[in-house]
């Protein structure tokens, strides 16, 4: 039996949401958005299960990771409910269920936990390094580079990036078996055949590597140059820039240190000169793109900012602008100052990884493609189930 929460509608408003009882349930919004089809009609459902507490069905619902905040549905509101709006504070609720440990409700609605996690990450760093850093030479290497391996040598770095990827991978991914519990484990009333899970797994690399709904995110039927001009496509490519860039850091700190963080200054062509190049740059685009379209406020998808979305901003910027000091004065021959502003750069990214990865934003990266596959396995098992009956 389904539980209802009636004091959900309060709770909602802690992640962002506004106040809902102005929808008078005319289903203008649905019909307006381009992503909402006969499986996963939204956004208007979800505003009656929220108004009615129906929390079991919104937790057991993919249909607010379908939704990819376009605002179309917001525009035609003409109850000014904002729709879009409670679909993004829906998927900040949604991430903090899934989360077994709790910490993501805190962070996500409370500044005090949020800015305390973070300080406490960055001082433990700092701490670490007061007590366990290692020489600081002032003489540079045979090439003129910075003797960074000796300050904090790759290895050990290395040993603790790993660490970390096992405690975001173990976060994460237990996190996305609760997703999955809830949304496909739920429905007693369909049989998903094995290899439905193996043939539709193909959508779940795609949806992770393009993100392609974002472009897909409007209703205007019109010619690409049109959507580059409005800039649908624009979104949607800052945000692939800004999600490659973020990958390809990740995967050259965690897995490639030793490569990537070399006292060798190797020619701008070589490769992890070109790939953190690009992904430096790709992180600075996205971080100024969507800070001013925050800061402008102008379209319905950037009105309104939730105060993590903020932080998390500025983790990505403080992490991208002292990765770039430190490469600076790494090849400009500047010991101390590298060294200094290496600590600090750990200090901003390791809070960035640990918040932001399993248990905040950038969890979306991850719970979208999942959604995606999980309702892929539901239409196609219940169209299965469809058939089956008409046969016999
Ligand atoms: S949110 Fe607005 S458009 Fe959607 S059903 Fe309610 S009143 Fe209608
Ligand atoms: S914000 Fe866009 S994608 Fe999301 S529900 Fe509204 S119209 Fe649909």
């Known amino acids: ?7 959900f509608i309060q709770d909602i408003r802690e992640f962002g949401a506004d106040d809902l009882s102005a929808c008078f349930n005319c289903g203008n919004c649905t019909a307006t958005c381009s992503l909402s089809d006969q499986y996963n009609s939204f956004p208007r459902k979800m505003i009656r299960y929220s108004i009615l507490g129906l929390e079991d069905e919104i937790q057991a619902s993919v249909d607010p990771w379908l939704c990819y905040y376009c605002g179309d549905c917001s525009s035609s509101c003409p109850r000014q409910a904002d729709p879009g709006n409670l679909m993004m504070a829906v998927r900040r609720y949604l991430v903090a269920s899934y989360d077994w440990t709790g910490l993501s409700k805190k962070l996500y609605t409370s500044k005090v936990w949020e800015i305390g996690v973070i300080g406490f990450i960055s001082l433990a760093v700092l701490f670490l390094f007061i007590f366990f850093h290692g020489a600081m030479p002032t003489e540079l290497t045979s090439q003129g580079g910075v003797q960074l391996n000796t300050f904090a040598p790759s ?9 970390v990827a096992g405690f975001l991978s173990f976060f994460l991914l237990s996190n996305i078996l609760n ?10 009333d369909l049989k998903i055949p094995f290899k ?4 539709e797994f193909y959508q779940l690399i795609v949806h992770f590597l393009t993100q392609r709904n974002f472009s897909k995110c409007d209703t205007e039927k019109v010619s690409f140059m049109t959507k580059v001009r409005n800039g649908n496509y624009t979104y949607w490519l800052i945000h692939f820039l800004l999600m490659s860039s973020y990958v390809i850091l990740f995967t050259m700190i965690v897995g490639f240190l030793g490569w990537f963080q070399t006292d060798i200054v190797h020619p701008w062509y070589f490769p992890q000169r070109i790939l953190g190049y690009y992904s430096t740059i790709g992180l600075l685009i996205g971080i100024i793109y969507f800070s001013a379209l925050r800061f402008k406020r102008e379209n319905e998808k950037s009105k309104k900012s939730h105060f993590t979305d903020w932080t998390f901003l500025l983790l990505l910027f403080l992490t991208a602008t002292t990765g770039i000091l430190v490469h600076f004065f790494r090849v ?13 750069h750990l200090m901003v990214l390791f809070p960035m990884l640990i918040v932001e990865v399993p248990f905040s934003k950038w969890s979306h990266l991850a719970y979208r493609p999942y959604a995606i596959y999980f309702s892929n396995l539901i239409n196609k098992a219940s169209e299965l189930a469809v058939v089956k009956k008409s046969k016999s």
């Open 332 to 344: 400009n021959g500047m010991p101390m100052a590298t060294y200094y502003t290496y600590v600090v």
């Open 179 to 188: 997703m999955y519990f809830k949304i496909v484990r739920t429905r007693k």
């Open 196 to 199: 439905l899970y193996l043939t």
């Open 155 to 163: 290895r050990i770095i290395e040993l603790v990036d790993w660490s």
């Open 1 to 7: 039996m389904a539980i209802v929460n009636p004091d």
